[in-house]
T-cell receptor, first 115, second 118 residues
Framework: AQSVSQHNHHVILSEAASLELGCNYS??????LFWYVQYPGQHLQLLLK??????LVKGIKGFEAEFIKSKFSFNLRKPSVQWSDTAEYFC?????????????FGPGTSLSVIP | SQTIHQWPATLVQPVGSPLSLECTVE??????LYWYRQAAGRGLQLLFY??????ISSEVPQNLSASRPQDRQFILSSKKLLLSDSGFYLC?????????????????FGEGSRLTVL
């Protein structure tokens, strides 16, 4: 069965620090990869996604993620965080060949940015 | 535009009582529908998903069931709640087929329902 792990449960950074949140998935076949974000009091929303092509994908609000197939990883990065980036971040995976419509989420990483 | 609504937003129920959480989507046809449970430190656990009326895929054997009586209505139920059913339940939808998870890839989430079983 597919699974998604995220390296950190809670990350605390100062404003302007660089961010990298780790994500690894277990499935070895073709995958679609996603990062979702949940700001305090708001709905979960899509931050960025990877389906194919350039393994470096850019999302909203200056976030980017790199797909490294050999490492089964899809880490999220941002060069300089802001206080408004405080949120919970979820990595997710979908395997189009084995579970077309199923999206599996990781445990989430809570990011706190200190002004 | 499309909207998704869940209710009730908050529910406190005794152990052994029944449960019904409802989710409806407006502004789209034949959406994929999903029920997730969100627990602190455990992320979003996929419970059920549906690609059409009466079509339910169950991911985790448990005390809950789901039904899709209408195209844009998704119901999460239990006949007898357990303490372990407490949690935050999220409904989500996406476009069907190639425009769905394989297309835009985006799931759209509802506001969530907080269930406390005492």
């Amino acid at each position: 069965a597919q699974s998604v792990s995220q390296h950190n449960h809670h990350v605390i950074l100062s404003e302007a620090a660089s961010l990298e949140l780790g994500c690894n998935y277990s499935y070895g076949g073709t995958v679609n990869l996603f990062w979702y974000v949940q700001y305090p009091g708001q709905h979960l929303q899509l931050l960025l996604k990877y389906f194919s092509g350039d393994p470096l994908v850019k999302g909203i609000k200056g976030f980017e993620a790199e797909f490294i197939k050999s490492k089964f990883s899809f880490n999220l990065r941002k060069p300089s965080v802001q206080w408004s980036d405080t949120a919970e971040y979820f990595c997710a995976v979908n395997s189009p060949k084995t579970s077309y419509d199923k999206v599996i989420f990781g445990p989430g990483t809570s990011l706190s940015v200190i002004p | 535009s499309q909207t998704i609504h869940q209710w009730p937003a908050t529910l406190v129920q005794p152990v052994g009582s029944p449960l019904s959480l409802e989710c409806t989507v407006e502004g789209t046809s034949n959406p994929n529908l999903y029920w997730y449970r969100q627990a602190a430190g455990r992320g979003l656990q996929l419970l059920f998903y549906s690609v059409g009326i009466g079509q339910i895929s169950s991911e985790v054997p448990q005390n809950l069931s789901a039904s899709r009586p209408q195209d844009r209505q998704f119901i999460l139920s239990s006949k007898k709640l357990l303490l372990s059913d407490s949690g935050f339940y999220l409904c989500a939808w996406c476009h069907p087929g190639l425009a769905g998870v394989m297309g835009t890839g985006e799931l759209f989430f509802g506001e969530g329902s907080r269930l406390t079983v005492l």
